[in-house]
């Protein structure tokens, strides 16, 4: 798969579901520090009891996340997922895999608590993802 551009990261990175809120300036700091990371279908992402480390969001393909209670939901283009765990510094509540060759842009926890620390803009436009999500 062919390396993203770096606007085009921050492209994708603003139209997904959990930065929609935040600002052209924020979406490039988040974009610093967004990873490629492609997955062929079957591969795991990441296993459930694993530590957070990474949140995701899926650029192409599509990634099926499996609860312990053994529900399944599908994850898209534009979508973010592993955020919840990252956020509440659990093991992951989930095992997530490739349905089809993906490539999503992982985003390592630690840096992102290191730039949330650094820009309360980032941190609003957030928040007023999460309760609209509720």
Same mark, same amino acid.
């Given at each position: 798969m062919a390396e993203l551009a770096g606007i085009e990261t921050v492209m994708l990175l603003q139209s997904a579901d959990l930065f929609a809120h935040c600002r052209a300036e924020e979406m490039l700091r988040i974009a610093a520090i967004a990873r490629e990371r492609p997955f062929r279908a079957?591969?795991?992402?990441? =296993?459930?009891?694993?530590p957070s480390d990474a949140l995701y969001c899926v650029v192409r393909g599509e990634v099926a996340v499996r609860g312990d209670d053994g529900a399944t939901r599908s994850v898209g283009p534009l979508t973010t997922f592993g955020v919840e765990e990252i956020l509440s510094g659990r093991l992951?509540?989930?095992?997530a895999v490739a349905v089809a060759d993906t490539l999503v842009l992982a985003i390592d926890? =630690?840096?992102f608590f290191d730039l949330l620390a650094n820009n309360v803009e980032i941190v609003r436009a957030l928040f007023r993802h999460l309760i609209e999500f509720r």
């Open positions: 079957g591969e795991t992402i990441y =296993e459930h009891n694993t992951r509540a989930a095992t926890a =630690e840096d």
